[in-house]
């Protein structure tokens, strides 16, 4: 294995604390890559190796042990305006490294940073362009629209190719989004018939019961359609409806996402945007926002495998219950409707959260006297198996990043194209209806839509 | 509901104590039939109806309560060689009866008794040719081979016609068999892939552990082709192999099965008949019996639906669990191939015993860092629900022939083509292999025939 340096700007922040720290810690115990690793913390506080351990520490708000990151862990000091601080990183790492150490400078800071610490990597030399083991790693948000997503694309273009960039949807580190991929082609049950003549519909559920919390400052910028939808709902849907890829390889993959997701046609007639009552009153929000907290999109994909079958997008906050899953409903059979059985249909659940797993709703007979169908659930639920022992979402991406594998992060045009139709979208925006509760939203889009949700 | 008359032959014996009172008991509590009801149990014993009523409530293993049957059970003494008894009864019967009256006659006895007793109901005008209000109802064996079934069903067909006849094969009173049909045709997910260029294979497998235990006089007679596979694993195939029927209805099921059935063909390289050590030494068996207490038998069924898909028979006594279940086996994806995934298979089960329900083996993803495809198993266990309230396959079946529906029982083309798959299989007979055990048999089969059961 490569010798590894993993560099992560905003070392102090909520991210490193909770999600990276622990998941570098977890893959270091678990043997699962090189014991050459140096994790250098960058920050802008004048901390000693032992401060930031200290830190660590206290704010840290999961299990793992600080001990365990003890011989490979170094706080550098870095004001990341400055780009002589850059140089002198540069030179620190390159005492410790080689052409064919694998770095990773993960920028775990508000997106506003992007740019200058971008720049100044690119600048300082730190990343080499076309260099791929030097490789640049952060998170959504990816812009907030096309033109601001392509105004970062184009900063981060001029220090570094598209290869050295790996865009972090977590969400796509999660177990079951990746096991669509496997639900889909590896059983024959369901590849043949992942198609609109057997599929009447399509679900992608995010259902959260928080409000926004402490988030204000973010969400009231971004809202329930580019915090979830735009990246999370529609990569979801890109697997879903993709056609068969020519391997299981990254780019392959995302080529046939990229035709989906330039597809999708949004119903303008069928759509809600929401806000929870009280939400003005939350912290750091506009005390007009017109931001929605709760999205239903119905949409299409024109590809001849999915014409025709609407896919229901929802996403929100406040709502009955914390549910995020793919459900596939399949048409009846011939047979139900010519024998008057009832019209009861098969359905694929693609659980996510909380259990997630694998389950199907199949007709069976009644086992009593008469000639009765029951619909009765098989199920799998995954999470129900090893407790304990999960596989967290930056575990599986942190890995993914050091190995190369690129299937998990979004490229640029799966970016592009989600832009665009999400910016179509905004354009026809609706009015935004402030609902009470879930029950709420049900009877105004059943009233309005005449839809089920 | 019309008035109900039902006559027991052989009242005294082993069914009527464990299986056809206790259903007929369930039927009258739970409100499933007319009270307007009258049971005449017939026997040779000079016992008064006190007498017969204590012998029941001694003699019967199940925990049904006689006193249900008080007010509607009679004691009736008859000699099944008299035909003026027969006609005694007619007299007596005829009192409590009109045109609309729905009776049964229920031969309870060793089919050995069938022509004698079928014949005198004839003659003695209890049974009307061509009245489909008089039904006669008897179990299997249908005959021990096509010319002796064609024996006995001619004798029938001179007092009856074949729409009074209803012949038993308690395993088709099942609810899981039953469910064959839902399961086939109101699941698109299924329907959709039921045919040859996705389904693999298709085991059918009755395995016991018991041994014949006092069976032995009458199954050293037929052995575990005439006593499992022509009767109730044909039935089992033929479900799962028939094409579309044009309506749910009795008629119509039966024509495509018997179609099935004339399209079986065995494949006669790959057969093994067993005989369990120690059979022999078993009560009322002959010491140098050739009768098979195993089978293991490879066959086609040349429509276009299953052409070249093998169905695996397979069913004996002494073996490792007791288990009865359908195993449909679909094919792979092409994904499987092409990308190096595990070629493991999905699998639709159909269990009938010891609990009964629906399961389906999938591919999924490991949920841990690596791309790892694993089988996982979805089930519904229908028997799990519901303790304590299951129906059993008598009632079911006594209840349909109340009612006139005819779905679970066989019709005369049914057992003709059964018996001549049997009989041209029969002709070919192997050598009879002696088996320590269920390993012994496997290991035997997968010598001999390179076979994995």
Not at 255 to 274: A, C, P, Y
Not at 391 to 404: F, N, R, T
Request: negative net charge.
């Amino acid at each position: 294995m490569k010798k590894l340096m993993v560099t992560i700007f905003g070392s102090t922040g909520d991210l490193s604390m909770r999600k990276l720290l622990p998941a570098l810690s977890r893959l270091i115990v678990e043997d699962q890559i090189t014991k050459e690793i140096e994790i250098i913390a960058v920050g802008r506080r004048a901390f000693s190796n032992d401060d930031y351990r200290d830190y660590v520490q206290k704010n840290k708000n999961s299990d793992f042990d600080i001990n365990t990151l003890k011989d490979v862990l170094t706080y550098y000091e870095l004001n990341i305006d400055e780009l002589s601080d850059y140089k002198k990183l540069k030179d620190y790492i390159d005492q410790k490294t080689n052409e064919d150490t694998v770095k990773l400078f993960y920028l775990a800071v508000a997106p506003e940073l992007f740019p200058t610490i971008s720049k100044n990597l690119g600048e300082s030399h730190l990343v080499k362009k076309d260099h791929f083991n030097d490789r640049i790693i952060f998170e959504k948000p990816f812009g907030h629209s096309l033109d601001s997503a392509n105004e970062i694309k184009k900063l981060l273009w001029q220090s570094f190719s598209e290869k050295q960039i790996y865009r972090i949807d977590h969400y796509l580190g999660k177990a079951m989004i990746q096991n669509i991929i496997m639900v889909r082609f590896a059983n024959r049950i369901f590849e043949e018939i992942w198609h609109n003549r057997s599929i009447k519909k399509v679900q992608i559920i995010v259902k959260e019961t928080d409000s926004i919390l402490s988030r204000g400052a973010y969400y009231d910028k971004s809202g329930a359609l580019i915090d979830m939808v735009q990246s999370h709902l529609l990569q979801m849907l890109s697997l879903v409806a993709m056609e068969v890829p020519l391997s299981y390889q990254s780019e392959d993959l995302k080529n046939e996402k990229v035709k989906v997701l330039d597809q999708i046609r949004f119903d303008q007639n069928v759509k809600l945007f929401g806000q929870y009552k009280g939400y003005l009153e939350e912290k750091d929000v506009h005390n007009q926002s017109k931001t929605e907290t709760f999205v239903f999109l119905k949409a299409y994909v024109d590809t001849p495998r999915f014409k025709g079958v609407p896919f229901y997008l929802m996403t929100g906050k406040k709502l009955d219950v914390k549910a995020s899953y793919i459900m596939i409903e399949f048409e009846e059979t011939n047979e139900q409707r010519k024998w008057n059985l009832p019209l009861s249909t098969n359905k694929l659940y693609i659980k996510i959260d909380p259990l997630d797993g694998v389950s199907l709703v199949l007709n069976s007979k009644v086992p009593n006297l008469k000639d009765e169908v029951e619909q009765v659930e098989l199920d799998f639920c995954s999470a129900c198996r090893d407790v304990g022992n999960r596989v967290e979402a930056y575990q599986k991406l942190l890995l993914d990043s050091i190995e190369g594998h690129k299937t998990l992060f979004a490229r640029w045009d799966e970016i592009e194209k989600s832009w665009t139709k999400i910016d179509e979208l905004k354009k026809t925006n609706s009015n935004l209806y402030v609902y009470e509760d879930y029950e709420d939203l049900k009877n105004k889009i059943k009233r309005e839509f005449n839809e089920e949700i």
